[in-house]
């Protein structure tokens, strides 16, 4: 056992986790970022499921699955509407 009580949500390391979160968060800006669903369908003014209907039927942009959600990198959705445009 050790001295100090345990406390939840405290783990050796979470401090150096933090900041490389904050770090790869920081690097995220820009052509890398990830988009969710929401904030896609927001961008585009178009409803959650027109997302969903243009990704079954292979119209939308590409997405990434990460875990059990849908994502979309801002570089593919750019790339995605200049191709739509032109």
Do not use: H
């Not at 490389?20 to 990830?34: K, P, Q, V």
């Amino acid at each position: 056992m050790t001295d100090r009580p345990f406390r939840k949500g405290c783990r050796k390391g979470s401090r150096e986790s933090a900041e490389r979160a904050i770090t790869d968060a920081e690097a995220m800006d820009g052509e890398n970022r990830l988009l969710s669903v929401t904030e896609l369908a927001e961008y585009l003014a178009v409803p959650v499921a027109t997302l969903y209907a243009w990704r079954y039927r292979g119209e939308g942009p590409p997405a990434l699955r990460v875990g059990r959600y849908l994502r979309y990198r801002w570089s593919d959705v750019q790339r995605w509407l200049e191709l739509r445009v032109a």
